[in-house]
């Protein structure tokens, strides 16, 4: 496929632009989509953060953008404000060969009214999140009359936080000769649906097929649904995982499993679309720098968590795709090491095996639950984690915290993990041994000059 942004009918700013900023080549995903979007056609492209996919869109919005009709031509709709911005960020960078183009982002929890203000002066393209942009289409404030291109970005999350029914209403207000682009890493079977109501034949586009990776111990156990909770301790007790994800495909059974294995006395956290971001962020921390010994998640909630060693996945609940499924335990046996993959299946679901095997051409490996054994002694995490009372604002960076816990407090380097810092607080990880050192520091000494407190992590 070729490679070179020159092959594509972009004007020749937006050519010197996009060498300027130093897009050398195109992404695979953007050298397989970027010529059906500059056609004008529907696509669903699958495709996570990090492929290059905003700027897929990105330059197909510009391309057929009238700079001199200050009117919004383009919408891209993102589940978060965080993304949103991001989105935003990238479309200005792409844009900067157009001088005047005005790009607006319009989010959930800032003001109406300066959001009005904004839009009354005029956009051509506006990045925001779904509930508010629903909002001004409603209200009057964001016609939609001369929209060419509208975007669903990260589908699968969009759909996960609710926002079907806004999309579709935004969609209703926006032309119908429109060019519909949706993005997405996952397709549940939503999307699809989502697709066939707001974009007309769209064609599917994928790159990266992830495939079953050999060093992925994977096997699959069988039972009854009145018995899943007990083969999921009796699994995390006869292998224990140092660190585990346990996937299921909904909210409330990411909820009930983390409730059960909780009260059996195991480290762990839920990860699901419920979560706000500080939360989320909390939990992927304390997951990550080993302070949890498990995750409870769904696939939507678990993207973005990138743990180098994840000694095991089990899927409490089996994905209906499978290629969802291969996703999931290509987390495990990552940077060369060994992986472990643990399969729920209950005893009506035979169905969804014979997809996996389909899909990865090879028949799975099943074992009797019976032959597994409660090991004695209790997973307990390496790590605990501490959170400070101060952060970036108060120029705090991980090099102090780490200088002050090896010298003053007395623990050895090897004892302090992960440290992240926030704008007002950060994430210290100790040895659990350590603990107590950490804490009497905490009582007692000072960083930077002043003495700190933990604050709830
Ligand atoms: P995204 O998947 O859109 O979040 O993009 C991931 C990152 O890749 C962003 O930092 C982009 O600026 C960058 N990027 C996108 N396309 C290219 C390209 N063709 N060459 C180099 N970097 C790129």
Redesign the pocket.
Known sequence: MPRS?SKLSLPAPCLAN?AA???????P??AASLPEILQNKDLIVQ??????????F?LGILAKLDPAKCCVQALVLCPTHELAE??GT?LR?LARYLPNIKILTICGGAPMQVQFNSLAHGAHIVVGTPGRIQKHVRKGGLPLAALTTLVLDEGDRLLDMGFYDGILDIADAAPKHRQTLLFSATFPGRIMEMSRAVQKDAAKIATDTEHCDESIRQIFYKTAKPERNNLLYTLIAHYQPESTVVFCNTKQSCRDAADYLRNKGFSVAGLHGDLDQEQRTRVFTQFANRSTSILVATDVASRGLDIDSLAAVINYELSPDPEVHVHRIGRTGRAGKDGLALSICLETQDFLVQRIEEYQKRPVQWEDPASLTRRPGKLVPAMVTFALNGGKKDKIRPGDILGVLTGDAGLPGSSVGKINIFDSYAYVAVAREDADKFKHWLAHGKLKGRSFKAVSA
Request: proline content about 0%; aromatic content about 8%.
């Open positions: 942004f996009l900023i130093g897009y050398e080549a195109m992404t995903i953007q495709a996570k953060t990090g492929s290059g996919k905003t700027a897929a990105g991001q989105v990238e960078r």
